[in-house]
């Protein structure tokens, strides 16, 4: 896969405050690496505009994550691991579990985590006065029912729904799901361009304007 990198700078989710709701999920758990805003590609800022136009009345959306630190991804796989050796699991399974919640840190093109693109959105919906959307799960639990398509199959027909709320609303502006989790979107990024079948990934790693350590 290839990458043609555009260049785009990144832009912070948290200035739409009516549509769009950017709470930083991390750094709110006080983890090093972690910044206080929200900061996603300028062309995926663009498409989640799109969403907004599509949005049920008073709806809202609801942003936990977008660009990461490489510092704050490795962090996050170092604690997947220790959670899934906790479960039981050996060094070298614990590790492979520990992929499939959190992309193993890396900054280079042809294995770059996700979020260390600002491709990569974890995000859900809340209702005008800010209750968030019954997805039947929480952001980050590592069980089976994080899986997008899990309700499609056990008995939760809101969360089922409003997980296709979700999906609609996001591919029909251009995104594409990690099936793993109902929660995270990319777009323009190597994940994104894997699913999506797409020529080339247009972001690689990328920093912010600013001094994040
Ligand atoms: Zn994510």
């Not at 027909?157 to 793993?180: D, E, H, W």
């Amino acid at each position: 896969m290839e990458l043609r990198e555009n260049n785009e700078p990144l832009v912070q989710a948290s200035l739409y405050p009516e549509k769009i709701v950017a709470r930083s999920w991390y750094y709110g758990e006080g983890l090093k690496g972690s910044i206080p805003d929200v900061w996603i590609r300028e062309g995926v800022y663009e498409r989640l505009l799109k969403v907004t136009e599509s949005l049920p009345d008073g709806m809202r959306i609801v942003i936990w994550d977008g660009w990461r630190s490489y510092e704050l991804q490795k962090l996050l796989f170092e604690k997947m691991v220790e959670r899934m050796k906790a479960k039981g699991h050996s060094h070298d399974d614990a590790q492979r579990h520990a992929a499939v919640f959190v992309y193993p840190p890396s900054k280079e093109y042809e294995s770059v985590s996700w979020h260390l693109t600002g491709g990569a959105l974890d995000l859900t919906l809340a209702d005008r006065y800010g209750r968030l959307l019954d997805m039947g799960g929480n952001f980050d639990d590592t069980e089976e029912h994080s899986h997008t398509y899990y309700y499609e199959t056990h008995d939760n027909v809101i969360a089922a729904s409003n997980r296709k709320l979700l999906l609609r609303l996001m591919t029909g502006a251009g995104f594409s799901n990690y099936p793993s989790e109902w929660w995270h979107y990319d777009y323009g990024n190597r994940g994104w361009a894997e699913r999506t079948g797409a020529e080339y990934a247009f972001y690689g790693y990328t920093e912010p304007p600013f001094k994040w350590h």
